[in-house]
């Protein structure tokens, strides 16, 4: 088991999400139109956008919360993501974390992943039945991945708004998901957790595939490798954060707006 965390990245053509013509509609009002956008396995992408963009949307329909009325969402070339319900999206391996935390907070961090494991049985009988030296393997790999290991006995409840934040992502770990989506995951750290969460998300793309929502265009800038800019529904630009940067039509349309240009 140990030996999935990790595989290398597969060498092939093979993309792990594809995208095309996705239409999104809300009583009519298009939320996403003709939207192209594909991920090769082992991404750190990044989704930017304006208010309103489509940004949520788009991971609304990857992980089965919102149905497109147009196009095709294709996990790993062969599942069609627009025929599964949230429920099994997430056990095909698509895990979401949105920007609050939910962690169980009078369960101690330990408690949190061993609960969060990939396994067959029932939540109680996965807190109390002994784990497999295996499986405390994977849960110590993954507390020190998250910066936890020294927390492992404390309530979650007792934790910061960091570290929360950490052990929820260390719960998606834990699932095994093959792509993870995350919303905001450095709102509302300190400078140094997120500095901290900046080097966790490009950790956990050395062996899994991540989309990460981001408004704050410093931590873009800083852990950005390529950027993809949503704009009224559709994909504006494309392209490593020093491209969009320098991008006329993205200063126009959001840059301009919300940062200073070439900052
Ligand atoms: N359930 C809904 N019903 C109606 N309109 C919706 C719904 N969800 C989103 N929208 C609209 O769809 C558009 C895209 O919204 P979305 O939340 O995906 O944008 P976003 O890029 O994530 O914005 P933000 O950065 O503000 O979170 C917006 O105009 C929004 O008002």
Request: glycine share 8%.
């Amino acid at each position: 088991m140990l030996g999935q965390l990790v595989e290398p990245h597969r060498q092939t053509d093979e993309k792990i999400l594809s995208v095309k013509g996705l239409e999104v509609s809300f009583d009519g009002f298009k939320a996403l139109r003709n939207l192209d956008f594909s991920l090769d396995y082992g991404e750190l992408r990044f989704l930017i956008g304006p208010n309103g963009a489509g940004k949520t949307t788009l991971l609304d329909v990857i992980c089965g919360k919102v149905k497109p009325s147009g196009g095709q969402v294709l996990f790993k070339d062969h599942i069609d993501l627009s025929k599964h319900q949230e429920h099994q999206i997430a056990q095909l391996g698509i895990g979401r974390k949105f920007q609050t935390p939910t962690v169980f907070s009078t369960l101690t961090v330990f408690e949190n992943l061993a609960l969060s494991m990939k396994q067959q049985r029932g939540l109680l009988s996965a807190l109390w039945a002994k784990t497999t030296s295996e499986q405390r393997e994977r849960l110590h790999l993954r507390l020190s991945m998250i910066g936890l290991a020294d927390k492992a006995n404390e309530r979650a409840g007792s934790l910061s708004h960091g570290e929360k934040q950490w052990l929820e992502i260390g719960m998606l770990l834990m699932q095994e998901a093959d792509l993870l989506l995350l919303d905001e995951p450095a709102a509302g750290m300190t400078d140094s957790e997120t500095e901290k969460t900046g080097e966790l998300l490009h950790s956990i793309a050395a062996q899994q595939t991540v989309i990460v929502v981001e408004h704050d265009m410093e931590f873009v800038r800083r852990y950005a490798r390529t950027v993809t800019v949503l704009h009224e529904g559709t994909v504006l630009r494309e392209g490593t954060m020093q491209d969009i940067q320098q991008d006329d039509k993205v200063a126009e349309v959001y840059l301009g707006r919300r940062v200073e240009r070439g900052a």
